[in-house]
């Protein structure tokens, strides 16, 4: 049977818990006023150097921010990469138990989707977010919920409850008072093209476990509508080009969730792991579970890329480029 943390020993199954402005006009001197082209860069450029590097020198964040700047994009990408690995090293030698990565993931999950609640609550608006993405969240968590009290309960099942509470609400807030704000016309991809060919792939391949097949069939299915129901939420920012500031920091909450999660597979390897390895060789479903975790770190890495980029660059707004989805 599948436990959150892993691939569990027999009764058989595997899965997944699853410009500033002008300068200003220079003073004169002697009833002369320095030539326009030639003081007022030189003025600007002190009045630049004394706003950016006075702060720089007190501010360590915003001296990183400006190294971090003036990168290329290749050293960019390589710091990433090495950023990346780090956090792995320090995952790695912190977290002793690494199944508790799969109870971090789902409580970064639960931690963006308070966020969006926070928005809003404060905001009093629904502008940038996909009412299909909550859809499609709340049907997994519900299948997921269903599963767990049929199969298996543990701290993930309250985990799970907590977070369909909360898109439940997003969703009531969507349909009902918020309604005049939330961008349907932006909002376009069909919840069903996105679900369907997730049933099928449930169909196909699933646990091997003793339980019900009906039951094994929908574990699945959450599994595979888990990995791509962010997809109506890019797709939704790609249009809008400019992502909203509470909306990005829920998608990257979820980018880093599904980091958190690979990361336990990646660490499990690291640690040698021959049961992972065995159950790998067992079967497609093993296989599919490895995939889809994958292919979601995959949907969200390039969101999360340009988010940190924003912020890197002091501009705390994300510019999203035609493709990212």
């Known amino acids: 049977m599948y436990q959150q943390g892993g691939f569990a020993p027999p009764p058989g199954g595997y899965g997944p818990p699853g410009g500033f402005g002008g300068a200003p006009g220079a003073p004169s001197f002697g009833g002369h006023a320095p030539a326009p082209y030639h003081a007022a860069p030189q003025q600007a450029a002190r009045q630049q150097d004394d706003r ?57 999950h639960f931690l963006g989707i308070g966020l ?39 701290i993930h099942t309250l985990l799970d409850l907590l977070t369909l509470v909360a898109t439940g609400w997003v969703i009531y807030s969507l ?49 595979y509508l888990e990995a791509v129901s962010v997809l109506p939420q890019l797709r939704m920012m790609q249009k809008a080009k400019v992502v909203e500031k509470f909306t990005a920091h829920y998608v ?41 975790e994958i292919v979601q770190t995959f949907i969200l890495a390039d969101f999360c890329w340009y988010y940190v980029k924003s912020y890197a660059e002091g501009t705390g707004v994300i510019h999203l480029p035609a493709g990212i989805v």
């Open 252 to 292: 990257f909450a979820l980018g880093l969730s599904r980091f958190i999660s690979c990361a336990h597979w990646i660490l499990q390897i690291l640690d040698g792991d021959k049961y992972l390895w065995q159950a790998l060789g067992s079967g497609l479903w093993p296989v599919m579970v490895l995939v889809s």
């Open 175 to 223: 349909r009902g008072p918020l309604k005049e704000s939330y961008q349907a016309d932006m909002d376009i991809t069909n919840p069903l093209l996105v679900a369907a060919p997730c049933l099928l792939m449930a169909i196909i391949a699933h646990p091997s476990t003793r339980h019900f097949i009906l039951f094994r069939i929908l574990w699945a299915f959450c599994v």
């Open 116 to 154: 969006l609640a926070y928005k809003l609550i404060k905001k009093r608006a629904a502008g940038g977010l996909s009412l299909r993405t909550q859809e499609l969240t709340a049907a997994f968590l519900a299948v997921r919920l269903f599963c767990s009290f049929m199969m298996e309960y543990d």
């Open 52 to 108: 950016y590097g006075g702060k720089a020198a007190k501010d360590p964040v915003l001296a990183v921010s400006r190294w971090l700047k003036a990168r290329s994009q290749k050293e960019k990408l390589i710091l990433g990469v090495a950023g990346g690995i780090a956090a792995l090293l320090l995952l790695w030698f912190v977290v002793e138990d690494h199944d508790t990565l799969f109870i971090l993931s789902e409580s970064v």
